[in-house]
């Protein structure tokens, strides 16, 4: 007789990350903050690299050193360089992002990362429509 093999299904809860999951977002804001960027309306334009960071940290790329090395070359591509506070922020959100991925399972990496996108990319957009009614107004 063949010995059975037993899973146990351990849900995952993903609100337990979201403190972690706000800690990058706030990371990357700093970052984007401190960066030189152009205005724009897509969410390519607004979230600058942070937006290739994930897509290629959803790819598979977790690695990082050379996801901090992609950023600071997008933005040596672009003419502009890094100021020490942006870098700093930078390797945070990176930093943070990777730590998260690695004690997730794998099974909830999409929902992380999603999460993480989609709520940086309100946070930038409400500032940007905060900035634009301050100038409406005065």
Known sequence: MRTPIVVRVTPYDIERDQPQLNAIREAFVRYLEEAPQKGTR???GLMGPVGKILSEVKSGRRDAGSLKGYAVRVHEGAGR???PPALQALE???EGLVGLLNAAPLTVHDRLLDRLDYGLYFDLRKKQVESKEARRLA
């Open 81 to 83: 360089s890094l100021s």
């Open 92 to 94: 945070q959100g990176i």
């Open 42 to 44: 897509s969410k390519h």
